[in-house]
């Protein structure tokens, strides 16, 4: 599962998958928030603060969608750029043992 940066899009990380294992099933995700012409996954002002619930949010709408289907495959890694890490850590951090590498 990729999670990509703060003001991008599912698209940057999707261009990735050529270059990884070809037995590795692949997915990109796109942030819920719209930020310019992308994307994020929680707002951020100008100090790069946030607001956890935010967070949150995005959080469970990421595991929602893992739940969805991880049950067709063997295990599921996380990889984040930017924003995206945060989101990956995140999520690894609340659920560690739902991961195989982060």
């Not at 709408?61 to 990956?88: P, T």
Request: proline fraction near 4%; charge should be neutral; include cysteine.
């Amino acid at each position: 599962v990729m999670l990509h940066g703060y003001g991008t899009s599912e698209q940057r990380m999707a261009n990735l998958f050529p270059h990884l294992p070809g037995e590795f099933t692949c997915a990109a995700l796109r942030g819920p928030k719209i930020i310019g012409d992308g994307h994020g996954w929680f707002l951020l002002d100008y100090f790069l603060t946030n607001d956890f619930a935010d967070v949150i949010t995005s959080t469970n709408r990421v595991f929602d969608w893992i739940n969805s289907v991880k049950g067709e495959h063997s295990s599921v890694c996380l990889l984040g750029y930017s924003q995206g890490m945060a989101m990956a850590s995140t999520l690894l951090r609340l659920r560690p043992k739902e991961f195989a590498a982060t």
